[in-house]
């Protein structure tokens, strides 16, 4: 007999049929509406606001401040993933401080929103208000994902 048939064989009767991983259409359908449901949300104007009230506030520095439906809190997705202001200025990195700046094709320019509500730079880094949340005026910076509060936005 042939030995890597053999092996085969010995090893197919090892490996129970059970743990074969079945094709699951109705969760593939469901994982591709939510992910349509993010796309489609992501390109409407609107406040990115912390669990805390704040809002993201595009002003040179990016801040959060009290919510206050000006135009400056105001933001949505490009269908290249920059995160646009409602100034039609881009979210962008000096460092690791949140800026605003005239909307470029460069990696720094580019964000994506998670379905959990992170928003992550093209660094791999998310979107973080830098310490009280309950503070205006608090600067917004990058930092390793975490999913705490100060990087969820809503």
């Given at each position: 007999?042939?030995?890597?048939?053999?092996?085969?064989a010995?090893?197919?009767?090892?490996?129970?049929?059970?743990?074969?991983?079945?094709?699951n259409?109705q969760?593939?359908?469901?994982?591709?509406q939510?992910?349509k449901?993010?796309?489609?949300?992501a390109?409407?104007?609107?406040p990115?606001?912390?669990a805390?009230?704040?809002?993201l506030?595009?002003?040179?520095?990016?801040?959060?401040?009290?919510?206050n439906?000006?135009?400056?809190?105001?933001?949505?997705?490009?269908?290249?993933?920059?995160?646009v202001?409602?100034?039609?200025?881009?979210?962008?990195?000096i460092?690791?401080?949140?800026?605003?700046?005239?909307?470029?094709?460069?990696?720094?320019?580019?964000?994506?929103?998670?379905?959990?509500?992170a928003l992550v730079?093209?660094?791999?880094?998310?979107?973080?208000?830098?310490s009280?949340?309950n503070?205006?005026?608090?600067?917004?910076?990058?930092?390793?994902?975490?999913?705490?509060?100060a990087?969820?936005?809503?």
């Amino acid at each position: 007999m042939n030995k890597p048939l053999v092996v085969f064989a010995a090893l197919a009767c090892l490996v129970p049929a059970a743990q074969a991983t079945q094709f699951n259409p109705q969760a593939l359908q469901t994982m591709q509406q939510a992910g349509k449901a993010l796309a489609a949300q992501a390109t409407i104007l609107r406040p990115y606001k912390l669990a805390s009230g704040k809002c993201l506030n595009a002003g040179g520095v990016v801040t959060i401040e009290n919510c206050n439906g000006t135009p400056a809190q105001n933001w949505k997705f490009s269908p290249g993933w920059q995160f646009v202001s409602q100034g039609g200025t881009c979210l962008t990195l000096i460092g690791t401080s949140a800026t605003v700046a005239a909307c470029q094709g460069a990696d720094r320019f580019i964000w994506k929103p998670t379905p959990e509500g992170a928003l992550v730079h093209s660094s791999g880094k998310c979107l973080t208000a830098s310490s009280d949340l309950n503070r205006a005026g608090v600067m917004v910076t990058v930092a390793p994902c975490n999913g705490s509060p100060a990087q969820i936005w809503k």
